[in-house]
C-alpha cells in the first residue's frame, strides 16, 4: 500500500541541493555525504526485522542514520576541509533514515536496484544543479573563470535552486514517458 507522505519524504534531500549546491565543489561534496549517509543507512536498516512494529523500526533507522551520519561526516569534511554545509548534511541524514523507514522506497529482498537508483539519481542531481548553477551564475567551473559575465547570477539563491530541480524532475519525467510509449510500441509492433 503506497503511503501518502512518501511523496513528501522523498522531497527532503531536494531542500539540501536547493541550498548548497551552488558549486561543482559543494555538489560533490554533498553526493558524497549522501552517498555514505544513504547506502550504508539502508544496508544496516535492511538487517532491522520488518515484524518489529514500525513505530520501533523507525527509532531504530533513526539510530542507525545517526550512527552512520558521523563517520560519513568526518570523511566528506576530511576531502572538503574549506567547505561548511551548516544543517543540510544532517537534514539529509534524516531524509535518508525517514525514507529507510517506509517498506515501499526499498523493499525488503529488493535493496540493490532501489538503491543504485536513488544514489544514481540524487547525485546527478546535485552535480548537474551544482555545475549549472556555478557556470550560470559565477561563470566558473571548479573556481575556473569560463564566463567573464554570468549571465544569471540569480541562480545562487535557493528558490532559483529548487526551480532549477524541478525542471530537472519535468525533464526526466519527459524522458521516462517517451521511453515508456516507446517500449509500448516495440512490444506491439
Not at 73 to 90: E, N, Q, T, V, Y
Amino acid at each position: 500500500m503506497k503511503r501518502p507522505d512518501r511523496e513528501l519524504l522523498c522531497l527532503l534531500p531536494a531542500a539540501p541541493i536547493a541550498a548548497c549546491c551552488t558549486s561543482l565543489r559543494e555538489s560533490l561534496l554533498l553526493s558524497m555525504a549522501f552517498c555514505i549517509i544513504t547506502a550504508l543507512t539502508v544496508l544496516l536498516s535492511a538487517l532491522i526485522p520488518r515484524r518489529l512494529p514500525r513505530s520501533v523500526r523507525t527509532v531504530l533507522y533513526s539510530v542507525t542514520g545517526s550512527l552512520v551520519y558521523i563517520p560519513a561526516a568526518l570523511i566528506c569534511f576530511s576531502c572538503f576541509p574549506d567547505l561548511s554545509m551548516g544543517i543540510w548534511i544532517p537534514l539529509l541524514a534524516a531524509a535518508v533514515y525517514l525514507n529507510a523507514a517506509h517498506d515501499e522506497v526499498f523493499p525488503k529482498g529488493h535493496l540493490l536496484k532501489p538503491l543504485l537508483t536513488v544514489l544514481a539519481g540524487g547525485t546527478a542531481a546535485a552535480l548537474l544543479s551544482g555545475l549549472l548553477r556555478e557556470l550560470l551564475a559565477s561563470g566558473t567551473v571548479w573556481g575556473k573563470t569560463l564566463l567573464p559575465h554570468p549571465p544569471l547570477p540569480v541562480l545562487l539563491e535557493p528558490s532559483a535552486g529548487l526551480m532549477l530541480l524541478v525542471l530537472f524532475a519535468v525533464i526526466f519525467g519527459a524522458f521516462r514517458q517517451a521511453a515508456r510509449k516507446e517500449d509500448g510500441h516495440a512490444d506491439r509492433g
